[in-house]
């Protein structure tokens, strides 16, 4: 399957993402986590996103498509992937499906994670990373007291852009730039939503049956 999730900052994308790319033996390419681990890999690349990650913006789109159309091309992505986080604009989405269409594929659905704006806000003020395995983790709704991660043991972190003031400007981003995506799709007829609201095995259940028409 090829699918691509979309929503706002804190819809739950990297959560969910990683139990439905689990269910369908497909990779999770994340840009977000990409651009992340260049920054702390001390890339140029890194250095060049970091200035936008920090203020909540966009990655400029020429540096983003380049990185994600050599993530596309590697071997394991050829017969599906999960797409989080990209594409963030229109242009990025005609320029996705121009390059799929290259490697002879299409996108298969666009899944959407509805949430709230607040409930947004009280969930990346509670987010906390493993630096070491990516699993994400909330303070509260995890009862994480603390710093390590229950799966492997790795120190988590806080992110630098889930400071009140650059969550709130990333949502405006969402809202100029990223959320006319969802009428892109629906007039694709690729789009399909759930509400993201509740426990997260609940949301994984309701994506699985959203994709079920579209699995192999
Ligand atoms: P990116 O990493 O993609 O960030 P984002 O879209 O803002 O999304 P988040 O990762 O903040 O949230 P999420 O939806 O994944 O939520 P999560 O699952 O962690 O991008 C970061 C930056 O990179 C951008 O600002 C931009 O600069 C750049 N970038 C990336 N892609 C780009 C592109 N294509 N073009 C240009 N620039 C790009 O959940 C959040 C918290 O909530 C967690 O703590 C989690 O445990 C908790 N949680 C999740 N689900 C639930 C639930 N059901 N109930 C309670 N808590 C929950």
Same mark, same amino acid.
């Given at each position: 399957m090829r699918l691509v999730l979309v929503g706002?900052? *804190? !819809?739950g994308k990297g959560t969910q993402a990683q139990f439905i790319a689990s269910n369908l033996s497909i990779p999770k390419i994340s840009t977000g986590d990409i651009f992340r681990a260049n920054v702390s890999g001390g890339t140029e690349l890194g250095r060049i996103a970091k200035e936008y990650m920090d203020r909540g913006d966009l990655v400029p789109d020429e540096v983003t498509i380049a990185m994600v159309r050599d993530r596309l091309s590697e071997s394991d992505a050829q017969d599906g992937f999960l797409l989080d986080g990209f594409p963030r604009n229109v242009p990025q989405a005609e320029i996705l499906k121009k390059m799929l269409s290259e490697f002879g594929a299409a996108l298969d659905v666009v899944l959407e994670l509805v949430v709230d704006d607040e409930e947004v806000v009280r969930r990346l003020a509670g987010r906390r990373t493993c630096g070491q395995c990516g699993r994400i983790w909330h303070v509260d709704f995890d009862d994480?007291? /603390? /710093?390590? &991660? /229950?799966? &492997? *043991?790795g120190r988590l972190y806080q992110r630098e852009d889930d400071s009140e003031e650059t969550v709130r400007h990333r949502l405006e981003v969402y809202q100029e730039q990223t959320a006319p995506l969802v009428s892109f799709y629906a007039d694709e007829s690729l789009l399909v939503g759930v509400d !993201?609201? *509740?426990p997260v095995e609940e949301i994984t259940q309701r994506a699985m049956e959203a994709l079920r028409p579209f699995a192999d």
């Open positions: 706002p900052p *804190g !819809a994480k007291k /603390d /710093d390590v &991660c /229950d799966v &492997c *043991g !993201a609201t *509740g």
